[in-house]
């Protein structure tokens, strides 16, 4: 079983693997802050609170299927919460991950 300190830099090498990303550690009010084409698609709050950014559609459609839970303060900019508290947590954390990358790394969306 990994410590949270452990399950957390994991989760950051996974998400820097993705492509065109960069960090910014200590962004604001976000401990660690993910960005690609110069715009934040995720961050994280603490070992395993990750707020994701999503297209409006997805965002909708992966609260409906009950795979992240509504943001508390930026619902509206397409924002959900996943809670990466375990290494079973950490595909399904990508999953959103990964599609928030795609959405905001599509250069067709500048």
Not at 53 to 61: M, P, V
Not at 86 to 97: F, G, N, Q, S, W
Request: charged share 30%.
């Amino acid at each position: 079983m990994k410590s949270g300190d452990e399950l957390h830099q994991e989760l950051r090498q996974r998400i820097l693997g993705l492509s065109g990303v960069t960090e910014r550690p200590n962004a604001g009010i976000h401990e660690d802050a993910f960005f690609v084409r110069g715009k934040m698609f995720m961050h994280i709050h603490g070992h395993g609170h990750c707020d994701i950014r999503l297209a409006k559609a997805d965002q909708e459609r992966i609260l409906a299927e009950g795979k992240a839970g509504p943001h508390r303060w930026a619902p509206e900019q397409g924002y959900v919460t996943f809670m990466a508290r375990a290494e079973k947590d950490l595909a399904p954390a990508m999953e959103l991950i990964r599609l928030s990358h795609d959405h905001f790394a599509d250069d067709r969306r500048s």
